[in-house]
């Protein structure tokens, strides 16, 4: 099927915001869904996606309006499942955090060229965002900031040519092997880094057993 079949296909001037992550108040779920209904009726053509798992209490209090919203057409609230496509997909990611001190989900929107927003004093992001120019961080709460915040980012053409820089600064700043490795060394400041290099020619038949004991040790290997 296409890209997003679970929402209807947007016009060639639509755009798609995302928000990731478990659907609490925590990370501001409710916002997310206020933002949808402030812009929808004056700009149909933005389409609201959030990715996550939605908390048994907010699903009794607001079912209904997400019911309401999904059949518009333009919200839609799915499952957790890998993101990737929907952030290669998305033009802008909504942060509506109340508290997340670094999420990964604005790196990952990042490293697909996707800028974000963010409230002030969340947690670190915001500081990011200004730091790379990555997205823009508004007054906390502040949800008509924060509309005409994601508003002023939604242009196809600045969009289109903001990619590759975000992405740029993602691989050079955020590789996960290399954050991998530094919580390692927090939690382990004894462990000796290890490189491991597999040769072969014409042993192709014995790659996988080879490549398998190496990711079986119980050393970590890098």
Avoid at 31 to 50: D, G, H, N, T, Y
Avoid at 68 to 78: N, P
Avoid at 127 to 147: N, Q, Y
Wanted: one cysteine or more.
């Amino acid at each position: 099927g296409g890209k997003f079949r679970v929402l209807p296909e947007p016009a060639d001037d639509g755009f798609i915001v995302l928000g990731v992550g478990f659907a609490d108040l925590r990370k501001g779920f409710d916002r997310f869904l206020q933002l949808w209904r402030m812009i929808a009726k004056s700009r149909p053509e933005v389409r609201f996606l959030w990715i996550g798992d939605l908390h048994a209490s907010l699903a009794d209090y607001l079912g209904g309006e997400i019911a309401a919203a999904e059949a518009t057409g333009s919200f839609r609230l799915l499952p957790f499942r890998d993101p990737a496509s929907a952030y290669a997909a998305a033009d802008v990611f909504a942060l509506t955090s109340r508290e997340d001190p670094l999420p990964t989900t604005v790196i990952e929107a990042m490293a697909a060229g996707v800028p974000s927003l963010a409230f002030e004093g969340s947690g670190g992001i915001p500081e990011l965002l200004r730091e790379t120019k990555a997205g823009t961080a508004v007054p906390a709460g502040d949800l008509e900031a924060f509309a005409a915040g994601l508003l002023a980012l939604l242009d196809h053409d600045r969009l289109a040519a903001g990619r590759e820089r975000l992405a740029c600064i993602a691989r050079e700043r955020f590789d996960f092997g290399d954050y991998a490795a530094a919580l390692l060394r927090i939690a382990r400041p004894d462990l000796a880094r290890i490189d491991v290099a597999v040769t072969s020619y014409n042993q192709a038949a014995h790659l996988p057993a080879r490549l398998s004991s190496i990711f079986g040790q119980t050393y970590p290997v890098t």
